[in-house]
């Protein structure tokens, strides 16, 4: 008794520690906070910048050419300084819609991960950023996702308050896991064109299509009826167990629920076609750089 006393108020202790150690061992990575003119204000938010280093430096398979993008950074840090100077909090009338601003967040997340890990290349994978060797405790992936941090709208934020506090909490649509990439080749692939308000439906629903099409992310081994899904639907699997409740009308959803309805229709029909319901098995995570470089011959 007196031990689990003494784990709770070390945890309780630990969580009260996360904000203060936070702001003490957080590594700047961008442009700092910038107060936006409201005479310069744009009325319409443009990603062009962003789009113009996705369609020269990222092909099609989602890599990165993240050595020629060291040495031609332009037009991605000013794409980040229009980020720190410009929100939808900071600046909301220039994000009218709920599309305007979750593209907004997304992109955002996509550009500031390119930023952080050109801030610590050449790196083999995000997990080589190290947390401070006094917080080595929050883990291992906690230096590239909790102590770098970006600025956006004068607000200085980490990936994690990206992920976590904004785009998972005030956007109800687990589709987004499908558009976040984390420089990892576990991630969705990353697309060289950014995510534009008026094209988003479709943008998140193509996707998920590709994300769940692959065979690395989704497969059915029909001789032993297990089905092997990407670790991301495990690792969120309250995002999409929600969105089945609410939207399917399922009272008990599933993850094979979640991925009946939206993979391609071959793999639905091997699933469906199951002799007996299919069992989940987890696909490890891998968190290789998705770096052109080390992917040449591979």
Known sequence: MKNHRKFRLLKVLVLLLIPLAAGWSCTSVGPGPAASNPETV???FSHELFDGVLKRFVN???????????DNPADLD?????????????????????????????NAY????IKIVLTYYPISSVTDVKPPTLLSFFGQ?????????LTYG????SLHDLEKGIIRKRFSDPRVHFALNSASMGCPRLPNEVFLPHHLEAQLGNETLVFLSERRNLRLDSRTNILYMSSILHWYKDDFLDWCGTNLNKKDPTLVDYVLHFAPKRLKQ??????????IKFIPYD???????????R
């Open 154 to 157: 004068g607000k200085p934020m």
């Open 78 to 106: 000013a794409y980040l300084a229009l980020l720190a100077s410009i929100s939808p909090d900071s600046q909301p009338e220039s994000f009218p819609t709920s599309e305007d601003r979750l593209a907004y967040w997304i």
């Open 270 to 279: 091997e699933i469906e076609s199951a002799k007996t319901p299919v069992s």
């Open 110 to 113: 996509n550009a500031s991960v």
């Open 141 to 149: 992936k906690s230096g590239f996702f909790f102590f770098q941090r």
């Open 60 to 70: 099609d398979a989602g890599l990165v050419n993240y050595r020629g993008l060291a």
């Open 42 to 44: 744009p009325r319409v």
């Open 287 to 297: 968190w290789r750089l998705n770096d052109q470089a080390s992917m040449v011959g």
